[in-house]
């Protein structure tokens, strides 16, 4: 994401974070989790980011190929469309989401594996349709949602 490396190089503390979305933008999210039940849903959130409020803009709802309860995966010729269709919208890719249909929307050991490869902010949702958003600096840490 724009504007982070340079505090990481000089090892200042990143400016915090905040993830913001519309209601609508979150139904959206809910609806295609719910319609993938019982399976992981995915998306991909395009947006901006501005010292370090990350708006999402729009949403790219992808196809979990594992078709399963308890992982994702966006395949690669989808993820290559959906960073095109960013770049034709002079958007970045900020986030990622998946959904927990059966746990806690905290990131699962295959998740944090993924976050180093991709390094923006993770939406998950859990079943009861609460998101959480999370970011790996040196550790796993929680992003503030705000929904407006
Ligand atoms: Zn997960």
Known sequence: MRGS??????????????????KKQKEILINHAQSNFPNESCALLFGT?????????????????DDSPIN???????????????????????????????SEAIPSLTDKKFMVINPVIWVISNKHDELRAYILESSVIQVPVKIV
């Open 72 to 102: 994702f995966t966006i395949s690669n010729e989808e993820l290559l469309q959906g960073y095109q269709e960013a770049e034709q919208k002079k958007l970045d890719v900020i986030g990622i989401f998946h959904s927990h249909p059966h």
């Open 5 to 22: 490396s340079v505090d990481d190089r000089k090892g200042y503390r990143r400016i915090s974070l905040e993830l913001v979305l519309t």
């Open 49 to 65: 980011e501005e010292s370090g409020t990350c708006t999402v803009m729009d949403i790219f709802l992808a196809k979990n190929t």
